[in-house]
């Protein structure tokens, strides 16, 4: 039996850095940088045993998710609460419709952790000591329902991403009713699952589990209707995958499943060269696409956590070319106040001095330009 159990309460995880022999200031500095973020704490013990707790400082996965209080950094006067405005191309609740031929449905708002440089801090996970989230009001079924309905009335919608949240964390049943209502949908010809879970509970997708079970039916049933079912990974450093992770990864390629992987580039955990090259290469090896790379949102409370541009093109040019051109991710932002993804390379203009960057947007009309800001130094 594999016992992988979370840790929500910091009772809990200063009893763990104890059991490391974690000096007892930087006990402090983690427990009170919770006091600061817009994510509860929740960390499993498959994750917290991963880190080099000798090398504390500088160890990738601490600095994902063990955030020191004295790492925060003040939040740009340009930031907003819900950064890409997902509240106005939200159809129906939960139900996010962006870009013309996708659809994102937030089957739930629990991830199996919660990464303070989420996109979503705005929804995903419960209220902090900083932040109140917006949340679900209507039940799963009603939202089911309403999704179903909203598909079948907008056919040149292709493509459906389930998200929230996290599939990982999702009732079986849940799931399950969702996957089995959108084969009826004949113009949905391919869904995405996405999660973080292959980090942090790997166990959930062993031989036999439920969740393996459902994946590989329906990985039938979606053949059946010539249709896609893929996982959307998310991986930032190759640390995050031990053999544990690579056994699941391999159970899922094994029954037919296609996966992609999305990064975010963090300041300092994964912001330079060989740290990229270095996933790519173990992502590769395993099967998955190298899907994107994505310059980190501008979210509130995780400042530290950004690049600048410029760094995210430098890393870009340096691996262009290295792999063969369908597993080099692309480096993209996801303009704020909603102009959508693009790449990172493509602005209109820049003032490098002030760290501005305009874009055009191909599919929001709301403004000509869309800007992102540079952290300031
Ligand atoms: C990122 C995103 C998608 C999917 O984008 P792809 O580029 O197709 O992977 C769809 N809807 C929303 C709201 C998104 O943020
Ligand atoms: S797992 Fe994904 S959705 Fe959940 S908090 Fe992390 S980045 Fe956000």
């Given at each position: 039996m594999i016992t992988n159990e979370s840790i929500t309460k910091s009772d809990g995880l200063l009893n763990f850095l104890e059991s490391k022999s974690v000096p007892g200031g930087f006990q402090q500095e983690i427990v009170a940088g919770f006091s600061l973020s817009s994510m509860p704490l929740k960390i499993t013990n498959h994750v917290l045993n991963l880190i080099d707790w000798n090398d504390i400082i500088n160890d990738p996965i601490r600095k994902q998710f063990l955030i020191f209080k004295s790492e925060y950094k003040k939040d740009h006067p340009m930031l907003k609460f819900d950064s890409l405005g997902e509240k106005h191309i939200e159809v129906s609740e939960g139900i996010l419709h962006r870009y013309p031929k996708s659809v994102l449905f937030f089957i739930n708002r629990v991830c199996p952790t919660y990464c303070?440089?989420?996109?979503?801090s705005y929804t995903v996970g419960t209220d902090t000591d900083i932040l109140e989230k917006h949340k679900l009001s209507n039940s799963f079924s009603n939202r089911l329902n309403s999704l179903i309905k909203y598909l079948k009335n907008n056919k040149t919608v292709m493509d459906l991403i389930i998200s929230g949240g996290d599939v990982s964390s999702a009732n079986i049943g849940v799931l399950k009713s969702v996957l089995e209502r959108i084969l009826t949908v004949d113009s949905i010809s391919s869904v995405r699952l996405a999660t973080r879970?292959?980090?942090?509970?790997?166990?959930?997708?062993?031989?036999?589990s439920d969740l393996y079970n459902l994946l590989a039916e329906s990985v039938l049933s979606f053949k059946r209707e010539r249709k896609e079912l893929s996982l959307q990974c998310h991986f930032n450093?190759?640390?995050?995958?031990?053999e544990t992770t690579e056994k699941a990864i391999s159970n899922l390629i094994d029954m037919g499943l296609i996966m992609r992987n999305q990064s975010v580039l963090l300041k300092n955990i994964n912001s330079d060269t060989k740290t990229v090259i270095e996933l790519i290469e173990k992502l590769i090896t395993l099967k998955i696409q190298p899907y994107y790379v994505y310059q980190m949102d501008m979210v509130k409370n995780a400042e530290h956590f950004r690049t600048t541009i410029e760094e995210g093109i430098s890393i870009y040019n340096d691996i262009t070319?290295?792999?063969?051109g369908y597993l080099t991710p692309k480096f993209v932002v996801d303009l704020p106040n909603g102009g959508g993804k693009k790449n990172i390379c493509a602005y209109e203009w820049a003032d490098k001095e002030k760290g501005i960057f305009a874009y055009k947007s191909?599919?929001?009309?709301?403004?000509p330009l869309f800007y992102y800001y540079n952290p300031q130094p």
């Open positions: 303070g440089f989420c996109t979503r879970g292959l980090t942090f509970s790997p166990e959930k997708f062993n031989i036999g450093h190759r640390n995050e995958i031990n070319g290295l792999f063969p191909a599919i929001s009309q709301k403004a």
